[in-house]
């Protein structure tokens, strides 16, 4: 048997016992990471325990749709549940992304149950140097 002595992970675990595991139509939230590097926008999903297979990245205009569902592992029949504390259900986050961003060239890779996602920035966003035309005309300036 396992003893627990932390009363906030009682909790946070009461609260989603009550809120229930996520649906399609009421997912639950999902914890992420973003940031720049270099000319690439990275944002970072934390999906531990859900196969990739489960996982489903949408983009419709700037909007970013990142769904995942993790299922109950199979169990066999003379398995008795001590502790479950780990979220079933389905988790969805949307962000809204910059007109800035290149969502045509969207990469996304997944390891270790983290979700990473790295959108570049778009060539018309980047800083670039304006020439000067220099006029086909001379001035001379008399004193």
Same mark, same amino acid.
């Given at each position: 048997?396992?003893?627990?002595? $932390?009363?906030?992970? %009682?909790?946070?675990? /009461?609260?989603?016992?009550?809120?229930?595991?996520?649906?399609?139509?009421?997912?639950?939230?999902?914890?992420?990471?973003?940031?720049?590097?270099?000319?690439?926008?990275?944002?970072?999903?934390?999906? @531990?325990?859900?196969?990739?297979?489960?996982?489903?990245? $949408?983009? %419709?205009?700037?909007?970013?749709?990142?769904?995942?569902?993790?299922? @109950?592992?199979?169990?066999? $029949?003379?398995?008795?549940?001590? /502790?479950s504390e780990r979220p079933l259900?389905?988790f969805s986050r949307?962000?809204? /992304?910059?007109?800035?961003?290149?969502?045509?060239?969207?990469?996304? $890779?997944?390891?270790?149950?983290?979700?990473?996602?790295?959108? @570049?920035?778009?060539?018309?966003?980047?800083?670039?140097?304006?020439?000067?035309?220099?006029?086909?005309?001379?001035?001379?300036?008399?004193?």
């Amino acid at each position: 048997m396992l003893m627990r002595t $932390d009363p906030f992970r %009682e909790l946070d675990r /009461l609260a989603q016992q009550l809120m229930g595991p996520g649906t399609w139509s009421k997912p639950s939230a999902m914890p992420m990471d973003a940031y720049r590097e270099g000319d690439e926008y990275v944002v970072a999903f934390d999906l @531990p325990g859900v196969s990739a297979d489960a996982i489903d990245i $949408d983009v %419709e205009r700037n909007m970013l749709t990142v769904k995942a569902e993790r299922r @109950p592992v199979a169990k066999a $029949d003379d398995v008795q549940m001590e /502790l479950s504390e780990r979220p079933l259900g389905v988790f969805s986050r949307q962000i809204v /992304l910059a007109d800035t961003l290149d969502t045509e060239h969207i990469k996304a $890779d997944y390891d270790a149950g983290v979700l990473t996602l790295r959108i @570049p920035i778009a060539e018309r966003a980047k800083p670039r140097k304006i020439s000067i035309g220099v006029g086909t005309g001379h001035k001379e300036i008399s004193g």
